[in-house]
């Protein structure tokens, strides 16, 4: 059987990156699978790129995802980056293809999930219990979609708290955030039909926030919601303000979507605080994942 990989033109660019694409197809025009190479244009990231592959379950050590592969490697070359990354789920055929195909294992996730349906209901009432301790010199906010006007430069700045997130040997970067690509964000999220809601903590010494907490429902308020991402300035940390955001977005995510059926987060295993924390409020884990980096 002869692969025909061809090219498309995928027009979906943001001011932070731009995804290229492949198809795969055979003799007769059916597909057999699909890449998609994320080339980050941003400073602090622009030598990096993201690849998504897959091939049809029937069509699978028959080549097709080497030569995506290589399609998608060339592009990257060819775009001037240095490293490609790419996550499969542990112990799979998407695991055991890009150890085999050049690619080193950077970074282990585990994907944890809270049951917000029966009788359990998220723990609601310890839930609630940690949200309603007060954290002297600190206040709680929290917006949906778009961050308000006068928070806008602060949430900007203290997206800096993700910077020194683990990620073990990922040659990730550094993501410079300003008030444009936060609002980007809240807009791609919307365009896509779901609903982004966003806890911050607020210093009141000086009315900056502290630290930020996010997650994302789908449109129709069902199913499982995702957490973005939880962190706190350098400088706040060792209140507790890690645990008491993401409890509070749990208590929003129960108010504002009872249909919700749970929330699932991604952490990196040598992320052992915010492990404690999810384990602490009765996050379950589900499966692990790996992150696989290319170097060119």
């Not at 027009?11 to 795969?24: D, E, I």
């Not at 993401?246 to 987060?265: C, F, M, W, Y």
Request: contains cysteine.
């Amino acid at each position: 059987m002869s692969i025909h990989v061809t090219a498309l033109t995928d027009p979906a660019r943001t001011p932070s990156a731009h995804r290229l694409a492949w198809l795969a197809c055979g003799d007769d025009g059916g597909p057999l699978g699909h890449a998609f190479l994320r080339v980050f244009t941003r400073e602090g990231q622009d030598h990096l790129a993201e690849l998504t592959l897959h091939v049809h379950p029937a069509e699978r050590r028959r080549r097709v995802g080497s030569r995506l592969l290589d399609a998608a490697v060339a592009a990257a070359r060819e775009a001037g980056r240095r490293s490609v990354v790419a996550q499969a789920d542990a112990d799979t055929p998407g695991d055991h293809f890009l150890a085999a195909s050049g690619f080193r294992r950077v970074l282990a996730l585990t994907y944890a999930r809270l049951d917000l349906s029966g009788t359990g209901g998220g723990r609601a009432e310890e839930t609630d219990a940690i949200v309603e301790r007060p954290h002297p010199g600190y206040r709680l906010v929290s917006w949906r979609g778009t961050v308000p006007d006068d928070l806008a430069g602060t949430f900007a700045d203290s997206r800096r708290a993700m910077d020194d997130m683990p990620m073990d040997d990922t040659d990730y970067g550094v993501v410079a955030w300003d008030v444009e690509r936060v609002l980007a964000a809240a807009r791609a999220v919307a365009d896509r039909g779901e609903q982004l809601t966003t806890v911050a903590v607020v210093d009141e010494a000086d009315g900056s926030i502290a630290g930020f907490s996010e997650f994302v429902v789908p449109g129709d308020g069902k199913g499982d919601g995702l957490h973005y991402g939880t962190g706190v300035l350098p400088e706040h940390r060792g209140h507790g303000l890690g645990r008491w955001m993401k409890a509070e977005s749990i208590r929003l995510a129960r108010a504002q979507h009872p249909d919700l059926a749970g929330l699932v987060t991604d952490t990196a295993d040598s992320n052992t605080h915010m492990r404690r924390i999810n384990d602490a409020l009765g996050y379950i884990p589900t499966h692990r994942a790996l992150e696989y980096q290319l170097d060119l």
